[in-house]
């Protein structure tokens, strides 16, 4: 059937028909050309090369399905190949073929999950990646989560949480004037003691400082708490800070509410000790929010579960990126509540959306779009859903493990290695080795080197890897995906051991 819109001249499943088994090919045909051993990680080298070949104009007139399909293609050879597996620059590596479905699938339905009637198969799997991921943390009976469009999303949602629940709720109606009346007349807090402080470690990911700036604390409203030489946040400091502050009605800092944890920190892969921490928040009433966004993944493994996320399961809130460690294609983030009923803490009854009267204390929440600060959500939980349902809950678990192997097996090889030198690591070791060469040709040594080796690997673009800089200065922060053959790991050290000798 055609319609009056140039948007609709034929049918779309005709158009469909004719477009998608050829992109198909074409995709096919790119992961194949990555999967070649020599296969450039990326074609250009330069942010210039780039703005040089890829030519974009948006033209008056349309074109022909060849034309457009020649577009695809273009965007395909300009981008990154992530099918190379030589692409160890990030903490995201190539995604499951089934999580590429689950994209198609969502794009087909179009649905979008903000209320159960617009999209109920969809709601329901979020339901249950929801249910079995909480099961996995030890959430009690009454935990609840959401999918978020991003880890540094699931942070900041978890602090307008904490925030909305902490001080008898006065932050809901009365937003941060509120606040600071109920914590002067109600805590006897004074002058800028009657501020609320959110708490987190000095290595913590930058989305907790902005997720203060989004609410409206502003950025000194974080106190960032020292961590020790494997990147970890100091139980002794975070104490003492505490005792200081919540001691303090006057203190300067203001009052403590929220505590962030990291179980996987983003230089390191650090894992901030979660029983001592809880203890703290319970003793001095804080909310205890665990940014797992990278190390989450690792409560699919029975060993690393017990080792790393020891104590989670006391966590008021919880962030975990499957889009990371389990290889779903981006965007897929949840944030899981012990409590379901603090989610309800954002909802706003509009009545030409939410038709069923459910919010805070009714019972569960159908349409998820209550519990969040947005509206129309993309179903992005079918995509973990695909993934866990094709492979199961033991080979996630597999997977991490095999991962964590191949980095001890890599960190042994760099340590033989006399050419390069360890940086500071996570103890017990993640995913993430930080090291540099003890000297590039011409005499530089430090961070030079690390800067140097890095111009190299980009100018060759066989590999794509990091740096970061650490209170030892800058390193290589090589990431270990558990995807990527070992193969890979000791053929990019052989690669940079040459480099140093030329
Ligand atoms: C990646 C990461 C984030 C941010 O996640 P996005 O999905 O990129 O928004 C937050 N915290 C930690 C520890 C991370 O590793």
């Known amino acids: 059937m055609e319609g009056a819109s140039p948007l609709h001249a034929e049918t779309s499943s005709a158009e469909y028909a004719r477009l998608a088994p050829r992109l198909c090919a074409m ?44 577009v695809m293609r273009e965007l395909l050879e ?28 969502l794009s087909a339905m179009n649905a979008s999950v903000h209320v159960f009637s617009a999209s109920p198969a969809l709601t329901l799997v979020e339901e249950e990646c929801v249910r079995a991921l909480c099961a996995l943390y030890g959430f009690g009976a ?5 999918t978020m469009p991003g880890g540094a999303a699931s942070n900041t949602l978890a602090v307008q949480t904490a925030l909305c629940c902490a001080f008898g709720g006065a932050y809901r109606r009365g937003g941060i004037f509120a606040l600071l009346r109920t914590l002067t007349e109600q805590y006897g807090r004074v002058g800028s003691g009657a501020r609320p402080a959110l708490l987190t470690s000095a290595d913590s990911h930058f989305s907790i400082d902005r997720a203060a700036l989004a609410s409206g604390l502003g950025m000194d409203a974080v106190v960032h708490i020292e961590s020790d030489e ?25 009052m403590p509410f929220f505590v962030n944890a990291t179980s996987g920190t983003t230089v390191l892969g650090a894992f901030d000790p979660l029983p001592a921490i809880a203890a703290l928040c319970e003793k001095y009433h804080c909310w205890l929010h665990v940014d797992a966004s990278w190390g989450g993944a690792a409560v699919f493994s029975p060993t690393l579960r017990d080792t790393l996320l020891r104590g989670v399961e006391r966590a ?10 389990l290889n779903v294609t ?31 204390g009714q019972g569960p929440v159908a349409d998820h779009a209550m519990k969040t600060l947005g509206c129309g959500r993309r179903g ?11 492979v199961g809950t033991r080979a996630l678990g597999a997977h991490l493990d095999a991962g964590v192997r191949v980095a001890n097996a890599v ?38 080197a690390t800067r140097a080796l890095e111009a190299r690997l980009q100018e060759a673009r066989q590999y794509a890897v990091d740096f970061a800089p650490t209170r030892r200065g800058d390193y290589v922060r090589l990431v270990v995906h558990p995807r990527v053959p070992a193969a890979h790991y000791f053929a990019l050290l052989d690669h940079v051991t040459a480099l140093t000798r030329e």
Not at 381 to 388: C, F, M, N
Request: proline share 7%; net charge negative; hydrophobic share 40%.
């Open 78 to 105: 300009n981008s990154v190949n992530p099918w190379t597996d030589r692409f160890l620059a990030k903490l995201y590596s190539a995604p499951t073929v089934a999580s590429m479905c689950g994209d198609m699938l």
């Open 411 to 448: 960190l042994a090889a760099i340590r033989a290695n006399d050419a390069l030198e360890v940086g500071p690591l996570a103890a017990p070791l993640f995913l993430q080795i930080c090291f540099r060469p003890r000297c590039m040709p011409g005499g530089v040594t430090g961070s030079d």
């Open 27 to 70: 995709i096919e045909a790119w992961m194949r050309e990555g999967e070649q051993p020599d296969a450039p990680v990326m074609p250009h080298a330069t942010e210039r090369a780039y703005r040089e070949h890829v030519r974009l104009a948006l033209p008056d007139d349309g074109v022909s399905d060849d034309a457009l399909l020649a």
């Open 316 to 325: 008021q809130s919880l962030t975990v990126n499957p889009h990371k460690l």
């Open 230 to 254: 494997h990147g970890r946040m100091r139980v002794d400091a975070l104490e003492r800070t505490l005792a200081e502050m919540c001691g303090d009605p006057a203190h300067p800092r203001g």
């Open 142 to 146: 009454h935990a609840d989560g959401i």
């Open 330 to 360: 981006h965007q897929c983030s949840f944030l899981l509540v012990q409590e379901a009923h603090v989610l309800s803490e954002h909802a706003i009854h509009a009545g030409y959306l939410f038709h069923d009267g459910q919010g805070a």
């Open 380 to 390: 992005e939980a079918l995509k973990l859903y695909l993934t866990w349902r094709q």
